[in-house]
């Protein structure tokens, strides 16, 4: 069983940057391939960024270039620093963890989930 809390949601102004956080516990979070996920009201989730085993990172196309996924396992946490924000990047942010593997863009090959963090930027 793994825990995952997400921290350092807020409110932006556009053009401005947030860092969040996502602290695990319970299995060895060096085991896991993690990922960031965001969901906006009246739509569906959806994949944002990953850092898989073997130190690949992924991104979806609306966030490359701006958006940085990283973790630190002695801290048994992952971040997504977020630059350049965009009305468009409001959302609940949730982080998830891949214990089993599988498409890395699918929500369903993740195994845990954060409860959500809300990131809201202004125009």
């Known amino acids: 069983q793994v825990q995952l809390v997400e921290s350092g949601g807020g409110l932006v102004q556009a053009g401005g940057s947030l860092r969040l956080s996502c602290a695990a516990s319970g299995r060895s979070f060096s085991t896991y391939a993690m990922g960031w996920f965001r969901q906006a009201p009246g739509k569906e989730r959806e994949f944002v960024a990953r850092f898989s085993w073997g130190g690949n990172t992924y991104y979806a196309d609306s966030v490359k270039g701006r958006f940085t996924i990283s973790r630190d396992n002695a801290k048994n946490t992952v971040y997504l620093q977020m630059t350049s924000l965009k009305p468009e990047d409001t959302a609940v942010y949730y982080c998830?963890?891949?214990?089993?593997?599988?498409?890395?863009?699918?929500?369903?090959?993740?195994?845990?989930w954060g409860q959500g963090t809300q990131v809201t930027v202004s125009s």
């Open positions: 998830a963890a891949d214990y089993t593997g599988g498409v890395y863009y699918s929500a369903s090959s993740y195994d845990y």
